[in-house]
């Protein structure tokens, strides 16, 4: 692969930070835009978690939720950003709790938000294909109304789809910045088709009293208060990838300015893209309880059915659906590979020099991609025993995700902000502690919504394992810390506690990587690897000493 142009700056910016660049910056700020908006995948997102509000509330929960979710998320995309425009790594969230901890603080407060944010990555990555794979088995019951696939079907399915875009990952890097963009264009034309059809062709539509006013949550046998927040997990879920965009930041020129602008641009584009969805789809909305009572657990399909009068016609509208899952399932698994490799480099994981590799035929981080695309195979295993692990997966995935981002928020607002007061994407002193504070309360919330159970009672194969697969995950990190963790992990390369003064300075890297800020001088490291691992064969240990004021 020819490698494209090098942001010097950028990579001289990168290597301050500890780091060596080892990936081509080929990505633009519309690709990191697409890339963000195909994790976050609306219309698909919103309509493989449908049957969640068809329980929970129906109509308000569908709208309004949907609202709510969207400025608490341009409240937490708004406060990572103002992270990332000082440190802009794709160690994302991990590196920069490290950075604003204090150096007594960092390695745990990096390895915590580090497995978290690996969790997330790798079932968010896993809920967006599994529940493609449902969606796509789902298109034949368009046609055969007594048919239902059985778990071997569904698993092997889900495999395909991971095959599908592990290969474009490893084979079409080259092709992303294009696909990334291509993603934008598609949603936007799908989601206007679906739009014009469905009104076009309903034969009755719904009252404005219903669409906007009704709510109903009879069939989740939560009380009626409740079950409006435990249905926001379908807006949670849809609008949760945005953090993920961070691991590509030593792909993109600037990215101190692009990335920060492309995670708020992205949740701002999404909230108003699923109103727009969800809007004409409540007015042509069929009988819920048959809706609910489809026999795959993916109502969308027998929806575009019911409403265009015919299998083909259902059959047109998903397809639309199932381009946005490739676009979404690759962008997942992109954004999963590069956050394992950051993590890998700096010996977090079991097998580091395996899964840091990066493969410069490709220029792609090949063991990450490999080690994302087997856990997340694993993973769907847990369909055996669950037929709800689909709602697992989504709910793991929104609590690992939520917490890795509210972690260096919260570590930010304790040491009074100051630390990142010179980011060219400021919230301001005042404005910006109120926005840290909405997403931390939000977060803690969500951490125990998302565990609860869609509907009750409650079975074994309806469960909500969530909180089974973070305590798994979570024994691992745990075990693995003290095996091998806390005797070799310094965490990310911090090499004194950062000065008020002084940091944010990465942010200055477009003007020529100047050296100074205020008349001070810059802490630079020489060392151009991570902590916990060795570079080019350089010890740990000479990495760390090896540094300036």
Same mark, same amino acid.
């Given at each position: 692969m020819v490698r494209t142009s090098v942001d010097g700056s950028a990579d001289a910016a990168l290597a301050r930070m500890g780091y060596k660049s080892e990936l081509p910056r080929n990505l633009s700020m519309m690709s990191i835009l697409g890339l963000s908006?195909?994790?976050?995948?609306? *219309?698909?997102?919103?309509?493989?978690?449908?049957?969640?509000t068809l329980?929970?509330?129906?109509?308000?929960?569908? @709208?309004?939720?949907?609202?709510?979710?969207?400025?608490?998320?341009?409240?937490?995309?708004?406060?990572? #950003?103002?992270?990332?425009? !000082?440190?802009?790594?794709a160690g994302g969230v991990y590196y920069w709790s490290a950075m604003l901890s204090t150096r007594k603080y960092a390695p745990i407060a990096s390895w915590v938000t580090g497995w978290l944010t690996l969790v997330g990555n790798w079932t968010v990555t896993t809920s967006i294909n599994f529940s493609g794979a449902q969606l796509i088995l789902s298109a034949i019951a368009l046609w055969r109304d007594d048919w239902a *696939?059985?778990?071997?079907?569904?698993?092997?399915?889900?495999?395909?789809?991971?095959?599908?875009? #592990?290969?474009?990952?490893?084979?079409?890097?080259?092709?992303?910045?294009?696909?990334n963009k291509i993603c934008i264009f598609w949603t936007g034309a799908s989601v206007i088709i679906i739009m014009i059809v469905l009104l076009s062709t309903a034969?009755?539509?719904?009252?404005?009293?219903?669409?906007?006013?009704?709510?109903?949550?009879?069939?989740?046998?939560? *009380?009626?208060?409740?079950?409006?927040?435990?249905?926001?997990?379908?807006?949670?879920?849809?609008?949760?990838g945005y953090g993920m965009v961070a691991a590509m930041c030593e792909e993109v020129q600037n990215p101190h300015r692009e990335v920060p602008r492309a995670i708020v641009l992205s949740v701002a584009a999404a909230g108003i893209t699923g109103v727009i969805y969800l809007i004409p789809i409540l007015f042509v909305l069929p009988d819920i309880e048959l809706l609910l009572a489809v026999s795959n657990g993916q109502p969308i399909g027998l929806l575009f059915k019911t409403v265009t009068g015919s299998s083909g016609g259902g059959f047109g509208l998903l397809f639309l659906?199932?381009?946005?899952?490739?676009?979404?399932?690759?962008?997942?698994?992109?954004?999963?590979?590069?956050?394992?490799?950051?993590?890998?480099?700096?010996?977090?994981?079991?097998?580091?020099?395996?899964?840091?590799?990066?493969?410069?035929?490709?220029?792609?981080?090949?063991?990450?991609?490999?080690?994302?695309? !087997? !856990?997340?195979?694993?993973?769907?295993?847990?369909?055996?025993?669950?037929?709800?692990?689909?709602?697992?997966?989504?709910?793991?995935?929104?609590?690992?995700?939520?917490?890795?981002?509210?972690? *260096?928020?919260?570590?930010? !607002? @304790?040491?009074?902000?100051?630390?990142?007061?010179?980011?060219?994407?400021?919230?301001?002193?005042?404005?910006?502690?109120?926005?840290n504070i909405a997403t931390l309360c939000w977060i803690t919330l969500?951490?125990?919504?998302?565990?609860m159970p869609v509907s009750l009672p409650v079975s074994a194969s309806g469960m909500n394992y969530a909180s089974v697969v973070f305590a798994g995950f979570a024994t691992i990190s745990i075990v693995w810390y003290f095996v091998r963790g806390r005797k070799t992990f310094t965490g990310p390369p911090v090499p004194v506690d950062q000065d008020p003064v002084t940091v944010g300075v990465v942010e200055k890297m477009g003007d020529e990587g100047r050296g100074e800020i205020d008349g001070r001088e810059r802490v630079e490291v020489e060392g151009q690897g991570g902590r916990g691992a060795e570079l080019d064969g350089v010890p740990k240990a000479e990495l760390d000493g090896r540094r300036k004021v």
């Amino acid at each position: 692969m020819v490698r494209t142009s090098v942001d010097g700056s950028a990579d001289a910016a990168l290597a301050r930070m500890g780091y060596k660049s080892e990936l081509p910056r080929n990505l633009s700020m519309m690709s990191i835009l697409g890339l963000s908006f195909a994790i976050m995948a609306v *219309p698909f997102g919103l309509s493989t978690t449908f049957y969640i509000t068809l329980t929970d509330g129906q109509c308000v929960t569908i @709208l309004y939720g949907w609202i709510f979710v969207s400025i608490v998320s341009l409240c937490i995309a708004a406060s990572l #950003a103002e992270i990332c425009a !000082v440190y802009p790594t794709a160690g994302g969230v991990y590196y920069w709790s490290a950075m604003l901890s204090t150096r007594k603080y960092a390695p745990i407060a990096s390895w915590v938000t580090g497995w978290l944010t690996l969790v997330g990555n790798w079932t968010v990555t896993t809920s967006i294909n599994f529940s493609g794979a449902q969606l796509i088995l789902s298109a034949i019951a368009l046609w055969r109304d007594d048919w239902a *696939p059985n778990a071997w079907q569904t698993v092997l399915m889900f495999w395909c789809v991971m095959l599908i875009c #592990a290969s474009v990952n490893i084979f079409g890097a080259r092709y992303l910045d294009l696909i990334n963009k291509i993603c934008i264009f598609w949603t936007g034309a799908s989601v206007i088709i679906i739009m014009i059809v469905l009104l076009s062709t309903a034969d009755t539509k719904r009252s404005g009293a219903f669409v906007f006013g009704n709510y109903d949550a009879s069939a989740s046998g939560w *009380p009626a208060g409740w079950a409006f927040f435990v249905g926001l997990l379908q807006a949670a879920y849809t609008l949760t990838g945005y953090g993920m965009v961070a691991a590509m930041c030593e792909e993109v020129q600037n990215p101190h300015r692009e990335v920060p602008r492309a995670i708020v641009l992205s949740v701002a584009a999404a909230g108003i893209t699923g109103v727009i969805y969800l809007i004409p789809i409540l007015f042509v909305l069929p009988d819920i309880e048959l809706l609910l009572a489809v026999s795959n657990g993916q109502p969308i399909g027998l929806l575009f059915k019911t409403v265009t009068g015919s299998s083909g016609g259902g059959f047109g509208l998903l397809f639309l659906i199932l381009g946005i899952l490739f676009f979404a399932g690759v962008g997942a698994l992109t954004a999963a590979s590069r956050c394992t490799y950051a993590f890998a480099r700096d010996g977090a994981i079991p097998g580091s020099r395996l899964w840091r590799r990066v493969d410069h035929r490709f220029d792609v981080p090949i063991g990450g991609i490999i080690l994302s695309t !087997v !856990v997340d195979c694993l993973l769907g295993l847990i369909y055996f025993g669950s037929t709800a692990a689909f709602n697992s997966f989504t709910g793991v995935a929104t609590i690992c995700l939520s917490t890795s981002y509210g972690i *260096p928020i919260l570590v930010s !607002v @304790l040491r009074g902000r100051v630390l990142v007061r010179h980011s060219t994407f400021s919230l301001g002193p005042r404005f910006g502690f109120i926005i840290n504070i909405a997403t931390l309360c939000w977060i803690t919330l969500a951490i125990v919504l998302f565990c609860m159970p869609v509907s009750l009672p409650v079975s074994a194969s309806g469960m909500n394992y969530a909180s089974v697969v973070f305590a798994g995950f979570a024994t691992i990190s745990i075990v693995w810390y003290f095996v091998r963790g806390r005797k070799t992990f310094t965490g990310p390369p911090v090499p004194v506690d950062q000065d008020p003064v002084t940091v944010g300075v990465v942010e200055k890297m477009g003007d020529e990587g100047r050296g100074e800020i205020d008349g001070r001088e810059r802490v630079e490291v020489e060392g151009q690897g991570g902590r916990g691992a060795e570079l080019d064969g350089v010890p740990k240990a000479e990495l760390d000493g090896r540094r300036k004021v």
